[in-house]
């Protein structure tokens, strides 16, 4: 029994490490509305610390292109921010907004990034 009790008290508390990628969910439409073409397309993804503004740069940037190009179907598109440039030099602790351009299915050609940009909320999983 001593043994028992003994070995309890030297087991450590496991402790999950967040995952340093953001999951981004949208939907890709032409001027009048409709799913824009099946297939992988080029898109950059920039956050910024201010809603917008002539003199605003990015904080953080990603771009996936060539090997790394979304796939969209019936216009929609999931990626996980932060699989290929790293998230880990960004405060989280400010109101933080996202940017999104795209850049079609072959060379890229970025269309400008689209407006307005999203602000990032908090998951439940933040607060604690």
Avoid: C, H
């Amino acid at each position: 029994m001593l043994l028992t009790i003994t070995a309890i008290l030297f087991v450590s508390e496991a402790t999950a490490q967040p995952t340093p990628t953001i999951n981004y969910q949208g939907k890709l439409t032409d001027t009048n509305g409709l799913a824009v073409t099946n297939g992988t397309y080029n898109m950059r993804f920039y956050l910024y610390n201010a809603v917008g503004g002539a003199t605003t740069s990015a904080i953080w940037t990603e771009e996936l292109t060539s090997t790394n190009q979304v796939q969209v179907t019936n216009g929609l598109f999931s990626v996980m921010l932060g699989s290929t440039t790293a998230l880990t030099s960004i405060d989280f602790n400010q109101a933080l907004y996202l940017g999104v351009e795209i850049g079609g299915t072959g060379a890229p050609t970025w269309d400008g990034e689209m407006s307005p940009r999203k602000e990032l909320g908090t998951v439940p999983a933040a607060f604690e």
